[in-house]
């Protein structure tokens, strides 16, 4: 599904200019000193999901600082901070915390030396890739703001360190502690993505499907291994796993309706140990991307169909047929709901003027903050970017994404005082709009 060119409540309103006195913008610029040295502290000590434990505990302390009632350790390392005040909806705003096992490249004197290691038992380096560091300031600088403004709104304010995302399960295991059951349920989810395709300080905003369903599948292809010198001896499984790769390729080109949006990528072809040996056994690992619960089945159905039927075609008995398991890592696809993504939309024009926000298409990426609306579908949610491109690498690409890092690169360096200063402002906007006083 693709983006609309304009949201309709966006353009009614884009237009407007920022107020001459702006108390929102000018507190937000006396506590960036602070907060950036905050998130120099996070970029230099990035941790694997699961392991968010310093992270988590630098939210709870400056949440509780603030005024908040802070509950630690919901869905492993979440954090969820309450500010009840008066009153009126419940308002949810969500900062992720993880980091990636990426070496760090970008030269920055702060730069993450951390070396941890996986789930896997893999040491690997550490680096906050994604931009995670940029949520987590602006989540502190926002609940302070908020905290600050409590006589600008009324209702209850809920804000979660939420940790996990980048393997999809961190959204999943705070609903299963609790998220809408042990605190406020909200009527309204708002969260942000640092961009690296918007220069720094630029609002993108989508409405409807925002990122996609992310599936990972792996094909365990199975045959009768042998000498490579007498072939017919033996059930070639490296021939067969070509044979599947090349006819996965048909499910997006010939089985997908042209105007949906679907991606098949197999991302890992594994087999063998020596030229002369035939192996009894390749390995395919899958990513696949959809937006609509109707295009994930076609896929999903399908990639087992094609790898069960070629290797009926080569002859294979039932006893070695491919094994096709779908991850349980499967994050959902996120959708900007509406009327939350217009209103939101209009107020973030008013703040920031229409040459500051820009409609964005939809993404192939995935994002678990997803789950904040399928858990209850009554949640209006919204997801929106931040760019983060420093605006003098922005002008020397002419906004050419092929020679800018993207997020998860090891040379991704957002430029973080526009980045976290714009979200500020942007989030604190949303609660306020929101949760209007009267």
């Known amino acids: 599904m693709r983006a609309r060119l304009l949201l309709p409540a966006l353009s009614l309103l884009a237009a407007a200019a920022p107020a001459a006195a702006d108390p929102l913008a000018d507190a937000v610029r006396a506590d960036m000193p602070a907060l950036l040295a905050t998130y120099r502290e996070f970029h230099a000590n990035p941790e694997l999901s699961n392991e968010e434990v310093k992270s988590a505990a630098k939210l709870a302390a400056e949440a509780r600082k603030a005024g908040f009632t802070v509950t630690t350790g919901v869905g492993g390392t979440g954090v969820v901070a309450v500010l009840r005040n008066g009153p009126g909806p419940v308002v949810l705003l969500r900062a992720d915390m993880d980091a990636l096992p990426v070496a760090e490249q970008t030269g920055l004197p702060f730069a993450s030396k951390v070396v941890a290691k996986t789930r896997e038992g893999m040491t690997t380096s550490v680096m906050h890739a994604c931009g995670h560091d940029t949520h987590m300031t602006a989540w502190i600088g926002t609940a302070r703001r908020l905290a600050a403004m409590k006589d600008r709104w009324s209702g209850t304010l809920v804000m979660i360190g939420q940790p996990a995302e980048e393997i999809g399960a961190g959204a999943r295991a705070m609903l299963a502690d609790g998220l809408y059951t042990r605190f406020p349920k909200p009527q309204y989810a708002v969260a942000f993505h640092d961009s690296a395709q918007l220069p720094a300080g630029v609002i993108g905003i989508v409405e409807g499907y925002a990122m996609a369903n992310v599936d990972s599948v792996d094909i365990t292809v199975r045959g ?116 939350v993504t217009g209103t939101l939309g209009a107020a ?91």
């Open 224 to 339: 009768v291994g042998g000498h490579g010198a007498y072939p017919q001896l033996a059930r070639d499984p490296i021939v067969l796993a070509a044979r599947i790769v090349t006819a996965l390729q048909t499910l997006v080109s010939r089985e997908i309706d042209p105007l949906e949006s679907a991606v098949v990528t197999v991302g890992s072809f594994t087999a063998g140990t020596k030229h002369n040996i035939i192996p009894d056994e390749a390995r395919l690992q899958l990513t696949v991307r959809s937006y609509t619960p109707a295009v994930r089945k076609t896929l999903l159905d399908g990639i087992a169909r094609i790898a069960r039927g070629e290797a009926i075609a080569a002859g294979m008995p039932e006893d070695r047929m491919p094994i096709v398991k779908a991850l349980d890592q499967f994050t959902p696809s996120t959708l900007n709901t509406q009327p």
């Open 348 to 438: 973030f024009a008013a703040r920031f003027g229409k040459d500051r926000i820009h409609a964005v298409r939809a993404q192939m990426g995935g994002e678990d903050f997803s789950r904040s609306h399928l858990a209850d579908p009554s949640i209006q949610s919204m997801l929106f970017w931040v760019g983060g491109v420093p605006q003098a690498k922005w002008d020397a690409a002419k906004g050419d994404l092929t020679k800018l890092p993207s997020i998860h690169s090891p040379f991704w360096a957002p430029d973080p005082d526009p980045t976290i200063s714009t979200a500020i402002e942007a989030m604190t906007t949303a609660a306020l709009t929101l949760m209007p006083k009267g």
